[in-house]
């Protein structure tokens, strides 16, 4: 019986993508906060709804949390985030 050896290296080349286009401002705009579910990540988010609100004239902010960190965020949660203007992930530890 033949054997078969398997490269275990990933051989594709990586590519890098083109980064979106910065907003020009916040004023007005619809912002995404995404709670990775970390211990302390609701303390920032926290703050940084408060300033863009207050500080930046953000027009609507959204905030929604994964029921993991360990895990991809379910298809609900981006579904939630999307026809956002920007999204936040809150990381913390």
Do not use: C, W
């Amino acid at each position: 019986m033949p054997i078969t050896l398997v490269h275990p290296g990933n051989e594709k080349v990586a590519t890098a993508a083109t980064p979106p286009p910065r907003l020009s401002t916040l004023s007005g705009k619809k912002i995404g906060l995404l709670d990775i579910s970390k211990p302390g990540g609701s303390h920032f988010l926290d703050r940084m709804e408060q300033l863009l609100r207050q500080s930046y004239g953000a027009a609507d902010v959204v905030r929604v949390k994964k029921p993991t960190y360990t895990k991809n965020a379910p298809q609900a949660i981006i579904d939630q985030l999307r026809g956002m203007d920007a999204v936040i992930e809150g990381l913390a530890d």
